[in-house]
């Protein structure tokens, strides 16, 4: 009997248990003895120059191991390569302590190390830094003169430029018998993971560390360590097996890991540096970001011209960009297009990926500008998007490996009720609620990277397999050992993955949608070279039933190799380990996408967002009542940690669309909002019907699974549904988000 597949099915995590029952240790819960407790003092000045540091009232606590600054770190890397990490935007990486130079509010200037938290957190509290401040600019709407177009480098690979102009945009828009013109604003928005960012370094002696890191990438952690501080890679080991949500946050190294080696390593002691809820607020975030829009169609309702600006902040030491406005013209074919995307360098730390960076920014205006011109058109939103509808990426003229979007909107649109709609905004009611719907078009890249991953088979049969790979709450654990168990033939519970450990086999940082493409076809590509080699093993042994069969001949199925002719005829895998002597059968195999062919086409994931929305009339109070997300995302491998992934991207629909903001006073340049009391997120409350709809979607192209990334799509289309929804209930269209309900009064 066959072993049943698992890839397709709704496996429960493997690691639940360990996570609801408190046994999961994360970044900050590993002990060491002797461990120290560095705390960060932050500076309180925007840009400047430090003048003077006193840290002796600080030093002079009973148990205050040191406290280290600029004026007495230890000689470091010198180079801007040696601060590289794999996310690195063109520029020149921060380095922490480096000088007395101020770059931004917030920037750490101090490490103070002690026995306790509590007492770093204290004598933190004693350090006086006295700096002369100088003029600075951190408002992006007030330095729009500024804008430039951004600087190339190697992360342009995966964030290109925007496509070049075709046609002739200005005289098409001006004639066309439908036109919308709209701008947008998006504030800076703060990941905000419910763990705090931590790190335990523990010291072992002569410039060996184990490192217990919060982060998305464990090699990338590794390589920054190695590099910044001169060790050899083999000496450095960064674990992260379990990550209490980043969102992008833990993409590039964070300060404070930076900080707890340096310490280790001056005062060859373990230290564990975390940073407080205030303190996260003083890296990365997703920038703020104006948008303008013009769209112009036939009196059909074919879009035939497409211009779409975007201007967003970034540092004044590096260039962060965003694909934002690449998108229009890969879902709406148009002979004359305009787009442009700049940046604004401001007293700001660099902005950082956040959950579809650029995508959840983008689609907002694109869909929103669509839905008005579906309004001017007298035309159902639905029916406008069928109409532009197109097999192929215009932008670059290919196809796509695979594209079910249509079926998303047909089948979506059905499941939901959406011809209930009644057409004219402000007709449909609820008691003294006004009821809006509205729907969106979401789009993400389906990416594949290199990866490596390694797979052995016990002496008593079971199946383990190995990758660095973290997994940042996306069931990343499970879904491999699906993958692993289904290429071996194997039950789950014969099947163990270890992942999240830079002594492993090489994995990118996990983010963007591409881990289970990338590490998952690793991992089967690693299983089934294990395969060829056990089998190869198996025909030599003595009596062997094999000895003149082909591997393409058997299959793997329940822990046997079976012929497929005759399942009687079969081996254990436990036999073939026996016969090597008890010795394990190891095999490390690389996962490299064949370039080649994936540029002949493009590759994306698609999605369509229903949503209902309720508008008191008299107060303005917002309600997403109903909502539903259609997805196209090639092989499923876990349906049920899918859907996980897509309901947490609506949930944070909401939350984009609606509450979420960081607020700054640009008279002194630091945000005023630096907590989850003020920094206002969904609440139980907030989160009503929501359901999620997968679409079939074979794709041979894309990778050896046919699968495409979901951690993104999620959140792309149901902020512009819900904008939508709000103008269908109101006749108010707001394009500024969060929408606020006195905007609507």
Known sequence: MLTPPLTGQPVSRLEGRAKVTGAAKYAGDYQAPDLLYGYVVNSTVTRGTILSIDVSRATALPGVAAVFTHENRPRLAWFDIQYADMDMPPGAPFRPLHDAQIKYNGQPVALVVAETFELARYAASLVEVICEPEPFSTDLSKNLEAARPPKVGIATFLKPPPPRSKGDFEAVYNASAAKAALAFSHGTEHHNPLELFATTTIYEGAGKLTIYDKTQGAINSQLYVGNVFGLHYKNVRVISPYVGGAFGSGLRPQYQLFLSVMAALELKRSVRVTLDRKQMFSFGHRPPTIQYTRFGADANGKVNALNHGAIAETSRFEDYTEVVVNWSHMLYPAANTKM???????????????????????????????????????????????????????????????????????????????????????????????????????????????????????????????????????????????????????????????????????????????????????????????????????????????????LEAVHFSSGNVVLKSDRSVFMALDAVAASEKNKAIRVTKMSVPNVLKLKKYSRATHSAAFVEVEVDEELGVINVTRALTAVA????????????????????????????????????????????????????????????????????VINALGSKGIGEIGLVAMPPAIANAIYHATGKRVNNFPIHFDQLL
């Open 340 to 550: 442009d995307y700049l940046l604004v360098p401001l007293d700001v730390y660099t902005p950082l990926d956040m959950r579809a960076p650029g995508g959840s920014t983008g689609l907002h205006a694109i869909e929103s500008t669509m839905d008005e011109l579906a309004y001017q058109l007298h035309m159902d939103p639905l029916e406008l998007r069928l109409l532009n509808y197109s097999e192929t990426d215009e932008s670059l003229n290919r196809p796509y490996s695979s594209k079910e979007l249509r079926q998303c909107y047909l089948r979506g649109a059905e499941k939901f009720g959406w011809s209930a709609r009644q057409p004219q905004p402000r007709s449909m009611r609820r008691g003294n609620k006004l009821v809006g719907y509205g729907m969106a078009t979401g789009i993400w890249e389906a990416n594949c990277l290199p990866a490596r991953a390694e797979a052995t088979l016990t002496a008593d049969g079971r199946l383990l397999v190995s990758s660095s790979v973290t997994d940042i709450g996306t069931g990343t654990l499970t879904v491999m050992t699906q993958i692993a168990a289904d290429a071996m033939g194997l039950p789950l519970d014969a099947v163990t993955f270890s992942y999240g450990d830079s002594k492993m086999p090489f994995a990118p940082i996990q983010g963007g949608s591409f881990t289970v493409s990338s590490v998952g076809s690793a991992v089967k590509a690693a299983v089934e070279a294990l395969r060829k080699k056990i089998f190869k093993k198996a025909k030599k042994i003595p009596g062997s039933p094999f000895e003149n069969t082909r």
């Open 633 to 700: 995302a090639g092989n499923i491998v876990n349906p049920k940690t899918a859907r996980s992934q897509i309901l947490g991207g609506m949930v944070w629909s909401i939350s984009k669309a609606l509450r979420e903001e960081t607020i700054a006073d640009h008279r002194y340049g630091r945000y005023i909002n630096p907590n989850l009391a003020e920094y206002h997120i969904p609440v139980h409350a907030d989160v009503h019907d929501l359901d999620v709809l997968f679409v079939e979607e074979n794709d041979t």
